[in-house]
T-cell receptor, first 116, second 112 residues
Framework: DAGITQSPRYKITETGRQVTLMCHQT?????MFWYRQDLGHGLRLIYY???????DKGEVPDGYVVSRSKTENFPLTLESATRSQTSVYFC???????????????FGPGTRLTVT | QKEVEQNSGPLSVPEGAIASLNCTYS??????FFWYRQYSGKSPELIMS????GDKEDGRFTAQLNKASQYVSLLIRDSQPSDSATYLC????????????FGAGTRLAVHP
């Protein structure tokens, strides 16, 4: 059971290039999330998705695009990478809350992106 | 703006002691609370969730919740060097969609 995976794990790219970070989960979770983590800022939500074809902006969406055509995949694209997007990116997923509000999020291993 | 506050630390405790990590949150309507552990260079790992006032114990970990004071804490008994990590407090956003609001984390260092 692979759980939630991210690829690539490390990426170096140049300013202005388009980059896509992949996220794949095998749990059939409805909800998926993209975060970035920077020193001094903690985890900040970029985009989230409640189901296939349903996505919405989080706290820091500028410069990013997402899609979700299949439940298990949630790619994040940097349309024109900037140095300020150098960060560690985490994907997470969770089930739809049941009556007890059970909705824990589980994280992928992360992608360390450097924009030069 | 909804906020989750944690002391950044580092919190240094000797091996075998109790480590106490604290978190406050601003949204009085929050109902779900989580503690994640993050080792350096790794992803956050869920260690505790708590939804009701009071204590919840799981092995050496105890989560404590006081909604009236908008305060949640994590106690780690018999601390081990392997507990050295950053501990992230997270609160479910009352705006829905299962979003979490994270604190910046407290770095814990357990020394032999």
């Amino acid at each position: 059971d692979a759980g939630i995976t991210q690829s690539p794990r490390y990426k170096i790219t140049e300013t202005g290039r388009q980059v896509t970070l992949m996220c794949h989960q095998t749990w059939s979770h409805s909800y998926m999330f993209w975060y970035r983590q920077d020193l001094g800022h903690g985890l900040r939500l970029i985009y989230y998705s409640a189901a296939a074809d349903i996505t919405d902006k989080g706290e820091v969406p500028d410069g990013y695009v997402v899609s979700r055509s299949k439940t298990e995949n949630f790619p994040l694209t940097l349309e024109s990478a900037t140095r300020s997007q150098t960060s560690v990116y985490f994907c997470a997923s969770s089930e739809t809350p049941g009556l007890a509000g059970y909705n824990e999020q589980y994280f992928g291993p992360g992608t360390r992106l450097t924009v030069t | 703006q909804k906020e989750v506050e944690q002391n950044s630390g580092p919190l240094s405790v000797p091996e075998g002691a109790i480590a106490s990590l604290n978190c406050t949150y601003s949204d009085r309507g929050s109902q779900s609370f989580f503690w994640y552990r993050q080792y350096s260079g790794k992803s956050p790992e869920l260690i505790m969730s708590i939804y009701s006032n009071g204590d919840k114990e799981d092995g050496r970990f105890t989560a404590q919740l006081n909604k009236a004071s908008q305060y949640v804490s994590l106690l780690i008994r018999d601390s081990q060097p392997s507990d050295s990590a950053t501990y992230l407090c997270a609160v479910r956003d009352t705006g829905g969609y299962n979003k979490l609001i994270f604190g910046a984390g407290t770095r814990l260092a357990v020394h032999p």
